[in-house]
């Protein structure tokens, strides 16, 4: 059998679609709150996972193919997995909001106190204390 241009040709956009729908649904950015997770699933066995602020986020493996990003601290991070030889098979942008959640920051000079509020406000565990690195927030 001959292959032509003519046949070639969906096979090809065939292709091209299925790679282009894969980048288009890692290139809007991951949107997580503090203290929530995201369920990633990827095609290919993950070997290593790199993220490049972890203060900001945070990745769990928990089998060859599924990942769980965490938002950790407020701020935007990038989360990679690739597989045994290299291969990039997960690759985002991870913005970490406060979230709607009932929280708020307490500063009192360079002490800072995080409160979680519901019908009365008290310390959560995330009180960083003094020396904080974390920026108040508008």
Do not use: H
Not at 21 to 49: C, E, F, W
């Amino acid at each position: 059998m001959i292959v032509t241009p003519r046949r070639l040709a969906p096979v090809v956009a065939i292709a091209a679609l299925a790679i282009a729908g894969t980048a288009l649904a890692q290139s809007a950015p991951m949107n997580l709150a503090v203290d929530t997770m995201q369920r990633v699933s990827v095609r290919g066995s993950i070997s290593s996972v790199i993220v490049a602020n972890p203060q900001i986020a945070d990745a769990t493996v928990v089998d060859a193919n599924t990942l769980f990003v965490t938002g950790k601290g407020y701020g935007t991070t990038q989360v990679t997995a690739v597989d045994a030889i290299g291969r990039v098979l997960f690759q985002n942008q991870i913005v970490v909001t406060g979230g709607q959640s009932g929280s708020v920051r307490v500063w009192r000079g360079a002490q800072v106190t995080e409160m979680a509020c519901a019908s009365s406000c008290s310390p959560s565990i995330r009180s960083t204390g003094e020396g904080a690195s974390a920026t108040p927030t508008p």
